[in-house]
C-alpha cells in the first residue's frame, strides 16, 4: 500500500524559506514520478514542482527560481526547498505519486496523480 507523509510545513515571513519533505513507502520509490502541489482555500488544487525517476523536473512559473524539488532514493524522500516566499504561496501542500514518464504538462496535472499525502500547511505572512 502506498503510503506518503509530508511534514516541514509552517509559518513564515515573506522572504524566507521552508523544506517540506514527503516521505514515501509501500512502492518502488526510485520508478515513480513524484510531485508538490498545493491548495489555497477556494481555489483549486495546482502543480508546483514534479520530478521523474530520471530527475528530470518541471516547475510552475510561478514558483521557477525560488522553489527546488528534490528526491533521495535512499531516503524515500521527496523534497521542495522554498526560498523567496510570497503571501500568495500560502497554501497546504500535498506530494503525490504515479508512474513515471509523464510529460512537463501531465507532471503537474492533479489528475494524472492516484497516490497522494494528507498535505502540510505552509503559511507566509507579509
Known amino acids: 500500500q502506498v503510503q506518503l507523509v509530508e511534514s516541514g510545513g509552517g509559518s513564515v515571513q515573506a522572504g524566507g524559506s521552508l523544506r517540506l519533505s514527503c516521505a514515501a513507502s509501500?512502492?518502488?520509490?526510485?520508478?515513480?514520478?513524484m510531485g508538490w502541489f498545493r491548495q489555497a482555500p477556494g481555489k483549486e488544487r495546482e502543480g508546483v514542482a514534479a520530478?521523474?525517476?530520471?530527475?528530470?523536473?518541471t516547475y510552475a512559473d510561478s514558483v521557477k527560481g525560488r522553489f527546488i524539488i528534490s528526491k533521495d532514493n535512499a531516503k524515500n524522500t521527496l523534497y521542495l526547498q522554498m526560498n523567496s516566499l510570497k503571501p500568495e504561496d500560502t497554501a497546504m501542500y500535498y506530494c503525490?505519486?504515479?508512474?513515471?514518464?509523464?510529460?512537463?504538462?501531465?507532471?503537474?496535472?492533479?489528475?494524472?496523480?492516484?497516490?497522494w499525502g494528507q498535505g502540510t500547511q505552509v503559511t507566509v505572512s507579509s
Open positions: 509501500g512502492y518502488t520509490y526510485a520508478s515513480y514520478s
Open positions: 520530478i521523474d525517476s530520471d530527475g528530470s523536473t
Open positions: 503525490a505519486a504515479d508512474r513515471a514518464g509523464m510529460t512537463a504538462i501531465q507532471a503537474l496535472d492533479v489528475i494524472e496523480y492516484n497516490y
